[in-house]
């Protein structure tokens, strides 16, 4: 599955289930590059989700970011395709 098309996989769920959240365009002049691709407020937690395919591989950088936003208390990870039902059975009961 393209990452694109996961994303919006991901992002229809957020929306189905009134999830807060911000998907992050980084890149521009503008913003920090290595956040993850979408922030969530899931039942009260901050998420920072990174969005890969099969086969994608996180930057060191986008690592570091996930390794931060854990040490602050949230709750950060690269979810993948396969790895979708999971997600949802963990977060969406």
């Known amino acids: 599955m393209k990452e694109s098309a996961f994303q919006k996989k991901v992002i229809d769920y957020l929306k189905a289930h009134d999830v807060w959240y911000v998907k992050y365009w980084a890149g521009s002049k503008f913003t920090k590059e290595g956040v993850p691709d979408i922030l969530a407020c899931i039942n009260g937690t901050f998420h ?46």
């Open 48 to 93: 920072g989700i990174e969005l890969k395919n099969e086969i994608g591989q996180p930057s060191q950088l986008q690592l570091y970011n996930i390794k931060k936003i854990k040490e602050s208390g949230g709750e950060a990870y690269i979810l993948r395709p396969q790895g979708f039902e999971e997600w949802k059975s963990r977060w969406f009961i």
